[in-house]
């Protein structure tokens, strides 16, 4: 099974801050990898796919890229609604893997 | 617009069985593949499985935890997606989610999920 190693696992951030989270992939899958944004008790909602390709709707402070091993979702500033859990999936293979999951607190 | 509605969680004992149900609308169901996704309490999310469309053969994937224990189907007259889970265990307490994917292009994985439906598996 490939694993999706995602880091940090949380941190703390102020509104208006630049926020980098990263998944790293134990081979190459391409561009075969989501961001997810989960709210506390909330459903999942999909926010990249493929990568880098914005979901319709989400607001383009939302931004990913990196394609191989090695990927970005990136906050370029941070809104109070923005405060959440994210999660990356790969799914260039089966099973697919989410990250472990990056909490994103206010500081 | 699209919805899903999962139902059928509930406690079972630890080797009980229970039968999840995800109905859709607003979309070809159809057309789509259809994955569910679990989450334990205060963890993680977890590929469950899935169930691909017609023209690929109905066919299924599951996830290793899973295998042999889950059933994956689906009834397109009707709009909707089922998990049959025998012989659970503890660890397979969780909310469980149903998801769309995958229709025409393998990018599309997950853009739309139900609301989740809690199983809860104790003594």
């Known amino acids: 099974d490939i694993q999706v190693t995602q880091s940090p696992s949380a941190m703390s951030a102020s509104v208006g801050d630049r926020v980098t989270i990263t998944c790293r992939a134990s081979?190459?899958?391409?561009?075969?990898l989501a961001w997810f944004q989960q709210k506390s008790g909330k459903v999942p909602k999909r926010l990249i796919y493929a990568a880098s390709s914005l979901q319709s709707g989400v607001p383009s402070r939302f931004s990913g890229s990196g394609s191989g091993t090695e990927f970005t979702l990136t906050i370029s500033s941070l809104q109070p609604e923005d405060f959440a859990t994210y999660y990356c999936l790969q799914h260039n293979t089966y099973p697919p893997t989410f990250g472990q999951g990056t909490k994103v607190e206010i500081k | 617009e699209v919805e899903l509605v999962e139902s059928g969680g509930g406690l079972v004992q630890p080797g009980g069985s229970l039968r999840l149900s995800c109905a859709a609308s607003?979309?070809?169901?159809?057309?789509?593949?259809m994955d569910w996704v679990r989450q334990a309490p205060g963890k993680g999310l977890e590929w469950v499985g899935r169930m691909r469309d017609k023209a690929n053969g109905y066919t299924t994937e599951y996830a290793a935890s899973v295998k042999g224990r889950f059933t994956i189907s689906r009834d397109d007259s009707k709009n909707s997606l089922y998990l049959d889970m025998d012989n659970l265990k503890t660890d397979d307490t969780a909310v469980y989610f149903c998801?769309?994917?995958?229709?025409?292009?393998?990018?599309?994985?997950?853009?739309?999920w139900g609301q989740g439906t809690l199983v809860s598996v104790s003594s």
């Open positions: 607003g979309f070809v169901f159809s057309d789509y593949y």
């Open positions: 081979q190459g899958i391409g561009n075969n």
């Open positions: 998801g769309r994917s995958v229709s025409g292009s393998w990018s599309n994985w997950l853009d739309s």
